[in-house]
C-alpha cells in the first residue's frame, strides 16, 4: 500500500483492533471498515500528489470530502454504499482525532447523500408454509430432506440468521424452550422455540447418518462436516423456483418474513427487537413500513381507482 506511510498502517490497524476488541465489530464489518477507509485515503493520495501520513490527515478539508465523494458518485458508486463508506471514515477520525491531537470537524460535519431506504422483502405467510412444505423435496436421501427442513423452520420460526441456525452443535440438541444465540458483534440473546421447530430438529437427527457429539455440528454436509451456507442458499433457491417466487426469497427473507408476521400479529416493537438481535430499534423499525406498505397494497386492490 504505497498510498500510505507505514505509521497509518499501524494506525488503521491499531483502530480496526479498537473496534474488534471494544466494539465488538464483526470480522466482514471489520474488512469492510478496512477497505473504505483505504479506499478514502487513495483517492487523497491521488487527489493531493502525495501519500497519505498522519499530517495530511489532519488537513483534510470539507472540499475534500465534498472532492472525494463527487468522485466515489462519478465512477457509479451507490449512495447508500458510499454512506456506508462516509460512516466508515468518520468512525476512523473520531478514534484518530483526539489522539493526534487535531480537530475532525470537515470530516465529521460531511453529510452522507440521502437514499430510499430498502425495505425488508418478506415472503408472504402462505408463501412461507409453502416453502418448508417443498424444501424436502429437492434432497436425495431422507436424512438431507429433513436437515433441510429442520434448518428452513429455525430461519422462520425463530428469525434466525442462516449462520446462526449452523453455527448450532451438538450440545444444543435436543433443542430446549429458549435458545441463547450469539449474533452479529457477539451479542447475545434469548431466542423462544416453538415445537415444530424442536420436533424437525430431532427428526433430522434419528435420520442423520452421522455420529453427534457436543462440539460437532449440528447440521451436517453429506460427508459429515459442516453444512455450508451455500448448501442452504441452493435448495431455497430450487424451491423458490418451483414455487413461482419472486428471487427475494432467500433464506434471510425467512428471518424477514418471521418478524414481518410477528408484527402484523400484533408484536411489540421492542420485543422484536431483541428477537432479531438488533443492536439499534430504528433497524427493526424498517419493519413497521414493511406491514404499513402490505396493508396500503390490500386496500389498493379492495378500493381500486375508477
Known amino acids: 500500500m504505497a498510498f500510505i506511510s507505514p505509521a497509518l498502517t499501524v494506525t488503521l490497524d491499531r483502530w480496526l483492533d479498537h473496534e474488534r476488541a471494544l466494539a465488538g465489530v464483526a470480522e466482514n464489518t471489520l474488512k469492510a471498515y478496512r477497505a473504505d477507509v483505504l479506499g478514502f485515503m487513495a483517492f487523497l493520495t491521488q487527489h ?46 473520531r478514534w484518530l482525532a483526539p489522539r493526534e491531537g487535531f480537530e475532525p470537524t470537515a470530516v465529521l460535519s460531511t453529510r452522507a447523500p440521502k437514499f430510499q431506504p430498502k425495505l425488508p422483502r418478506p415472503l408472504t405467510a402462505p408463501a412461507a408454509n409453502d416453502m418448508i412444505d417443498r424444501i424436502g423435496l429437492q434432497a436425495r436421501a431422507p436424512w438431507v430432506a ?46 423462544p422455540v416453538l415445537d415444530i421447530a424442536r420436533e424437525a430438529v430431532a427428526g433430522y437427527l434419528r435420520l442423520c447418518p452421522h455420529a453427534q457429539t457436543a462440539d460437532a455440528p449440528l447440521f451436517r454436509a453429506i460427508r459429515g462436516g459442516p453444512l455450508a451456507p451455500r448448501a442452504i442458499q441452493k435448495v431455497v ?70
Open 237 to 306: 433457491e430450487q424451491t423458490r423456483l418451483q414455487l413461482g417466487l419472486p428471487a427475494t426469497a432467500t433464506p434471510h427473507a425467512l428471518r424477514h418474513s418471521f418478524a414481518t408476521h410477528l408484527m402484523a400479529a400484533g408484536g411489540d416493537l421492542r420485543s422484536i427487537q431483541e428477537l432479531l438481535g438488533h443492536a439499534s430499534l430504528s433497524t427493526t423499525q424498517a419493519y413497521t413500513a414493511v406491514d404499513a406498505a402490505q396493508l396500503m397494497a390490500v386496500y389498493d386492490r379492495a378500493h381500486p381507482k375508477a
Open 48 to 93: 493531493n500528489g502525495e501519500a497519505q501520513g498522519l499530517a495530511p490527515l489532519a488537513r483534510v478539508t470539507l472540499s475534500d470530502m465534498r472532492a472525494w465523494m463527487a468522485h466515489e458518485r462519478g465512477r457509479g458508486v451507490a449512495a447508500r454504499s458510499l454512506a456506508r463508506s462516509l460512516s466508515a471514515v468518520k468512525s476512523f477520525y
Open 146 to 191: 429433513a436437515r433441510d427442513t429442520a434448518v428452513v423452520i429455525l430461519l422462520y420460526g425463530c428469525g434466525l440468521r442462516i449462520s446462526e441456525a449452523l453455527s448450532l452443535q451438538g450440545r444444543d440438541a435436543p433443542l430446549p424452550p429458549v435458545l441463547r444465540i450469539t449474533g452479529k458483534g457477539g451479542k447475545t440473546r434469548i431466542v
